[in-house]
């Protein structure tokens, strides 16, 4: 959300009048995150246990946008300056449930596409959205008879009340085989002390961060998260079905940019209100709870253009 009153900065300080509509140089750099997860295994039931990790590679990409100065019928009283950019966010990624039952695990394969954006305007305020397509498959279900493909679309309003604070407010609908789920948004991000700020995001995340030097700053947060993904084996059902696992985590990450175009990340923590579903056609076949558990994870983001902002905050994984 800071970048937001950046872009109007740039744009009030860069901008001529020759024209009607100005279109100025890319704004954001595309950019790659990797990241590598592990959760080590707890009890799911008096006999079995589970583990997960899970590895993925983002590319965001900005593919279309502008900035300009618009006026109406050359009146200066209103005049309004437009900021509109589109993302496009691949993702590829490997999950590894690792069952204690089961000595022939198989990995679910991850792959998705996203579209993120931003229109900002002085009249029309700010909007964010988002809207993508996914699939999370084991490699025998991995393919376009039997794979079944989720994906999630939403919008969010966002209000500035001072240079400091961002309100926003919107909704989102998730789209599961079997399942969909509408989720209600709301939130806040604010400067609660010299380099500190909160960010709210409700019902899904909620997290501090600190600036410690210029180049290190630390995040402590909750969120919520999961995967529904295809599986096939006889230890847990017969036939394919699904898996839908629901998890909530509390974190603290440590974050590093040794140079300008790079930032690494180190985060550690617990996961709790732990359920595993497996399921066919949306129909409930087991449900399990699974103890809570320490988890790790590190990951490295790399700017690949030289542009005034970076694209990582565009980012979203499905």
């Known amino acids: 959300m800071r970048i937001l009153l950046t872009l109007f900065t740039l744009l009030l300080t860069s901008s001529t009048y020759a024209q009607l509509s100005l279109t100025p140089t890319r704004i954001f750099a595309s950019g790659v995150n990797i990241r590598a997860e592990v959760t080590p295994a707890a009890k799911m039931n008096d006999t079995a246990r589970l583990g997960y990790s899970r590895f993925n590679v983002q590319g965001i990409v900005p593919i279309r946008g502008g900035a300009g100065v618009k006026f109406h019928n050359f009146n200066l009283r209103k005049i309004d300056v437009e900021i509109n ?91 599961e085989p079997g399942r969909i789920t509408p989720i209600p948004i709301a ?43 295809g599986y ?9 079905l699904r898996l839908a696992y629901r998890q909530a985590k509390a974190s603290f990450t440590v974050n590093y940019s040794p140079i300008k175009p790079v930032q690494l990340s180190f985060e550690a923590g617990m996961t709790g209100l732990r359920t595993l579903k497996t399921m066919r056609a949306g129909d409930v076949l087991e449900k399990f709870t699974i103890n809570s558990s320490p988890f790790m994870a590190v990951s490295c983001y790399f700017n690949l253009s030289k542009s005034i902002l970076d694209s990582r905050g565009f980012g979203s994984v499905l």
């Open 85 to 175: 950019q589109m993302f496009l966010v691949v993702n590829a990624g490997y999950r590894q449930p690792n069952f204690s039952f089961d000595k022939n695990d198989q990995g679910i394969y991850t792959g998705s596409l996203v579209l993120t954006g931003i229109h900002a305007s002085l009249r029309d305020k700010i909007w964010l959205y988002a809207a993508g397509l996914g699939v999370s498959e084991t490699d025998e279900l991995l393919n376009f008879s039997k794979a079944r493909p989720y994906g999630m679309g939403g919008a969010v309003r966002v209000r500035i009340a001072g240079p400091r604070t961002q309100w926003f407010y919107g909704g989102a609908v998730v789209f």
């Open 232 to 240: 096939l084996t006889p230890n847990l059902n017969p036939n394919a």
């Open 187 to 229: 939130g806040i991000n604010t400067r609660i002390a010299k380099g500190t700020r909160l960010m709210l995001v409700l019902p899904l995340q909620a997290s501090v961060s600190q600036k410690i030097t210029k180049k290190v700053w630390g995040e402590v947060g909750v969120a919520a998260g999961g995967f529904n993904a």
